[in-house]
């Protein structure tokens, strides 16, 4: 089935500035959905609620209703924006009314109900600035650099596993596991063979992949590809 015959039912689009949202995303898939970790913390508007998803070490079963809309923030940026520390919510949803004042959530809510909900969240969080600590970490996780890290950066190890269980939710070592993860997924999502992933990504083998992938998705590799129905897209001009 084409995407003209409605198959993609979950589609992200790129905002102007990605140094802070990752993306908007929207998705009309209803019943039980399985969230993979990504190392992100996103705003969701359901139609009828907002809340918060915060960073996941594992699959995350919620029960979609459809029309779907959310703020992907990059890995680290929303716990600043929200003031709330990840780990205080990994593996959980919680109601924005719990993080914001109820009267600003009620705005909010109000504004989404009118219409294009992608553009008011991505607009609702413009006061989100970027995160010098995250992104350093990031950078040296996607090097492989987790062992020299604290040094790198002049704390202590204690000191870089504190700040990254308030930024990302866990340790570095888990960091490095999920984002490397998320970055196999891309890859596996764009259709590109399994045992070229491995290889890529820096898996010992397609077996190691596949381990990986059932550990954080609780699912294999096929059934993960079965069940996506995803699509890319350009902010601009997005009727979202």
Not at 4 to 25: F, H, K, L, N, S
Request: glycine share 8%; hydrophobic share 40%; net charge negative.
């Amino acid at each position: 089935m084409s995407e003209a015959d409605g198959a993609v039912m979950y589609r992200e689009y790129e905002p102007p500035q990605t140094d802070v949202v990752r993306c908007v995303w929207t998705s009309t898939k209803v019943g039980v959905q399985r969230v993979v970790p990504d190392g992100c913390m996103d705003m969701i508007w359901n139609g009828e609620s907002l809340f918060v998803a915060g960073p996941d070490t594992q699959a995350f079963l919620t029960e979609a209703t459809g029309n779907t809309v959310g703020i992907r923030f990059q890995p680290g940026v929303a716990p600043g924006f929200f003031d709330v520390p990840a780990h205080a919510i990994a593996n959980t949803r919680v109601s924005l009314a719990e993080l914001w004042p109820k009267e600003q959530v009620q705005r909010l809510a109000d504004e989404l109900y009118e219409g294009n909900p992608g553009r008011k969240l991505l607009h609702s969080v413009r006061a989100a600035e970027r995160d010098g600590f995250a992104e350093a970490v990031r950078a040296l996780v996607a090097g492989n650099e987790v062992r020299g890290a604290a040094d790198h950066l002049g704390i202590t190890e204690r000191h870089l596993h504190r700040k990254c269980l308030a930024k990302f939710g866990y340790g570095p070592k888990t960091l490095q596991r999920i984002m490397r993860f998320s970055s196999a997924m891309e890859l596996v999502y764009a259709g590109k063979p399994f045992s070229d992933i491995a290889y890529e990504i820096g898996y010992s083998d397609q077996a190691h992949l596949s381990r990986e992938v059932k550990a954080l998705a609780g699912a294999t590799l096929t059934t993960l590809v079965q069940d996506a129905a995803v699509a890319d897209a350009p902010m601009q001009g997005a009727a979202v």
